[in-house]
């Protein structure tokens, strides 16, 4: 046997981890791994299901790999993930083009599924999603420089719109050693950025040890040489506690930057949401935040158009978010999603205007990201290198104020010795390009 096989992986890092982890397993069972899809005998298309635009992207990319296999170029198509576990009775009747579908739990098995997908043969496997693995394998598909590093599975929060407990089932942390383990593994290869995922981060731990352990998890990971910046995304605002906040604040490792999905800051509209907090909880938290990690950068998430959304619980939103000038910002509007509690609320919001109120929050926070980008002028800043624009004749990087793929970049010459990819090297800032800062290496 000498096939190839490619992969796609869409939606979140959560769902990459999973994927590198599928790479792995087609790797040590003998598949020639193969970056173009084009290029593969068998392409698996690691699916999101979240809401309604990613369902779509996931179904876009399944019909135009269609069109690659009806002209011979590959021989199978396998589809997993999200969209393959929420829909499993109806996708493969849906999509012609798929050859194998199967559910998150069998990811462990997907060699054996590639190859009687290849041998002709139709596969529809879906075991209990808690089978899927929590830890295994990976092969790497991030920079060398950079990796994420998944300690839990699942989601308890329950929030009314999130269908992500369907799809992905409970919370469930990996034991604590396990996690060190995976994360010597990457510093020893040589990644230099470590990103902490999960669906919920700061829950991590609680159903092993009782209490959540995501602060003593992160002492530990700083304890290990070789990684220079730690980052930790996807923190629930009700578990950021005052451990957490001098952790970050104290350990050098961790950069000041903290992803606190929030969602909306109306008191009303969080209760629909089955979240807690209103405006006046949330800001006390955020400027706690601000004052214990001097110069935090502060990512969040947003949803317009929920369920009796008014136009004043709109702009009471709008009004938070330039209130606390988010540094990073992301808006959606609301996915009416079935088997939610929300999808059968009543009061939903027209489409358009759910769409509409989004784009006014992004486009309020346009002025934010530029003046943050200004404030940074004068300033000599930390960059991990991460390339050379040939069009542009500058580099590029990310400063700690940036997360990998979600935020911005950082532009700058060099007068001397050319930096190499994965190096960290100090620009100092004079001029900025939209939101971007453009400096000159030091």
């Known amino acids: 046997m000498n096939y190839k096989a490619g992969i796609v992986s869409l939606g979140c890092a959560k769902n990459q981890v999973d994927a590198e982890m599928l790479l792995y397993s087609l790797r040590e069972k003998g598949f020639q791994i193969v970056s173009d899809p084009a290029d593969a005998d068998a392409v698996i298309v690691n699916t999101c299901g979240f809401i309604e635009s990613a369902k779509q992207e996931s179904i876009d990319e399944i019909i135009e790999l269609g069109a690659l296999k009806r002209e011979g170029k590959i021989k199978a198509i396998v589809v997993t993930g999200c969209l393959a576990e929420r829909y499993q009775n109806e996708i493969t009747k849906q999509l012609y083009e798929i050859d194998a579908a199967i559910g998150i739990g069998a990811n462990s098995k997907i060699a054996d ?11 529809e496997l879906f075991p209990d999603k808690l089978e899927l693995p929590l830890s295994g394998g990976r092969v790497q598909s991030t920079p060398f420089y950079t990796a994420y590093l998944k300690i839990a599975e699942g ?3 329950r929030c009314t719109y999130c269908a992500i407990p369907l799809i992905r089932g409970g919370f469930r942390s990996r034991e604590m050693e396990d996690v060190l383990k995976e994360a010597r593994w990457l510093a020893g290869k040589g990644v230099r950025e470590l990103n902490v995922i999960a669906q919920d981060t700061t829950r991590y731990g609680e159903d092993l040890y009782g209490t959540p352990q995501l602060a003593r998890l992160l002492r530990e990971l700083c304890k290990i040489d070789g990684f220079r910046w730690i980052r930790v995304l996807y923190c629930y605002p009700d578990r950021v506690t005052d451990e957490l906040i001098d ?3 104290s350990e050098d490792k961790i950069v000041n930057y903290i992803d ?24 006390a938290l955020l400027n706690k935040i601000k004052e214990r990690i001097p110069g935090v950068v502060l990512r969040s998430t947003f949803i317009t158009g929920f369920p009796g959304e008014t136009e004043e619980q709109f702009e ?16 959606f509007a609301y996915s009416q999603e079935e088997d939610t509690p929300a999808a059968e609320m009543p009061g939903q919001v027209d489409g358009d205007v759910r769409q509409e109120r989004a784009d006014i929050i992004m486009e309020q926070q346009q002025n934010v990201m530029a003046n943050f980008c200004e404030s940074m002028l004068g300033q000599e800043i930390e960059v991990l290198v991460e390339g050379f624009d040939r069009l542009a004749g500058c580099f590029f990087g990310r400063s700690y104020a940036d997360a990998p793929e979600v935020d911005g970049s950082v532009f700058f010459t060099c007068d001397g010795a050319r930096p190499q990819v994965g190096d960290f090297v100090k620009v100092k800032i004079d001029d900025c390009l939209g939101c971007d800062p453009v400096g000159t290496m030091i």
């Open 113 to 123: 599924v590639v190859l009687e997908a290849l041998e002709g043969k139709k596969v």
């Open 155 to 157: 989601c308890d929060n």
């Open 247 to 249: 952790v970050i604040a």
């Open 260 to 283: 606190l999905p929030l969602q909306h800051c109306n008191g009303e509209i969080l209760h629909r949401m089955n979240r807690r907090g209103n405006r006046e909880s949330l800001t």
């Open 316 to 331: 009471e939103l709008a009004e938070f978010a330039d209130e606390i000038q988010f540094q990073r910002l992301g808006c």
